[in-house]
């Protein structure tokens, strides 16, 4: 039996990047980034300084959410509580911005990671994180994106049909006991497997993240229409869980088949609008402004675009939004999500 593929997400390129500038657009709108990463991945270095640069590269962002990307655990103790490094690393670079008297909030909000499989366990490492992220803590997020066809994944793959696996749910069941909320990531190929959870959970609030991951890639090359419609019966019943809310971004990942990276020049705002919108247009339909909330998902998405197109972008998609639409879209929705 061969290997499966292994997708290799790109590096940022400043260089590249640079060959493309923009205007900002609506520079007034507050906005919160509710999903970026801190990290040093395989050279990809984005620690405090490199998001101030982007955070400062015109638009008006008052508050971020870190989301848990397997960095800075810690190296001894019990292998349950090691993700909590992650939590304190986050919550010490959040003290630095306070201390450097930082305008935005940095990692106002942090997400962090457990294996709710560890059973009864899940309890010490929920409060550890909760003491860890000194009032910033809001959630977990374990990673349940897997197909037969490739591996795209920076740590170990996780199983297949996770959300359904028992000990998965006893753990996630004690969400709700701590008053966290739970951020999914999984491909369209896997969207009746979050419905099943949100409606055994509905008391549980949950944020799916990256559009609910339609691919591009693999068996998907070439089958953008027929993903798009599978993709679309997917979200509409997943719309009807009144718990479930969408962020809108991270279609600039390898797994979704745009490869903009590949061009001479990086894609302009007005190209990142064209490609996603039928995307987030639909799902800002499906499950409202209130439900619905713009993600960087940067460095990650960095390889394909820069801070100030992208939010540009953003900006062109929801330019036939009320403007109490748009103040949810960019703001409100993730700061009432993650308790700001």
């Known amino acids: 039996m061969s290997a499966l593929p292994v997708l290799t997400h790109p590096l940022p390129n400043p260089a590249w990047l640079a060959k493309l500038t923009e205007d900002i657009l609506d520079p007034g709108l507050p906005i919160v980034d ?3 990463h801190l990290w040093d991945h395989g050279g990809n270095t984005y620690f405090l300084d490199n998001l101030l640069a982007d955070l400062n590269a015109g638009h008006n962002i008052a508050a971020t959410v870190f989301l848990q990307c397997f960095w800075a655990y810690r190296t001894a103790g019990p292998e349950a509580l090691k993700p909590v490094g992650e939590t304190e690393f986050v919550a010490s670079v959040a003290a630095e911005a306070v201390r450097r008297g930082i305008p935005q909030k940095v990692c106002a909000g942090i997400v962090g990671y457990t294996d709710f499989r560890v059973g009864a366990a899940v309890d010490e490492v929920l409060e550890a994180h909760i003491a860890a992220g000194a009032g910033r ?5 374990q990673i349940s994106a897997r197909h037969v066809a490739f591996l795209a994944s920076m740590s170990t793959p996780p199983d297949f049909g996770l959300l359904a696996d028992p000990r998965f749910r006893e753990g996630f069941a004690r969400l709700g006991h ?4 739970y951020d999914a990531w999984l491909y369209h190929t896997q969207i009746v497997e979050l419905i099943d959870l949100a409606r055994t959970f509905p008391e549980t609030p949950i944020v799916l993240n990256h559009v609910g991951g339609p691919l591009g890639v693999g068996p998907y090359r070439g089958r953008s229409d027929a993903v798009y419609a599978e993709w679309r019966a997917g979200m509409k019943t997943l719309a009807s869980c009144p718990n479930v809310h969408m962020k809108l971004g991270g279609l600039a990942m390898v797994v979704n088949g745009f490869d903009f990276h590949e061009n001479v020049l ?5 190209e990142l609008a064209g490609a996603w919108r039928p995307y987030m247009e639909a799902l800002i339909e499906d499950f409202g402004a209130n439900r619905c909330m713009f993600e960087s998902n940067f460095p990650v998405d960095k390889a394909m675009c820069s801070y100030p197109v992208l939010w540009n972008a953003f900006k062109r998609i929801a330019s036939g939004c009320s403007a109490e639409e748009k103040a949810a879209l960019f703001h409100d929705t993730a700061a009432r999500f993650y308790r700001l």
Request: glycine letters at 18%; a positive charge; zero cysteines.
């Open 137 to 141: 803590f809001r959630g977990i997020r």
């Open 178 to 181: 701590y008053g966290l909320s």
């Open 34 to 36: 509710p999903h970026h």
């Open 266 to 270: 990086p894609p302009s705002s007005g």
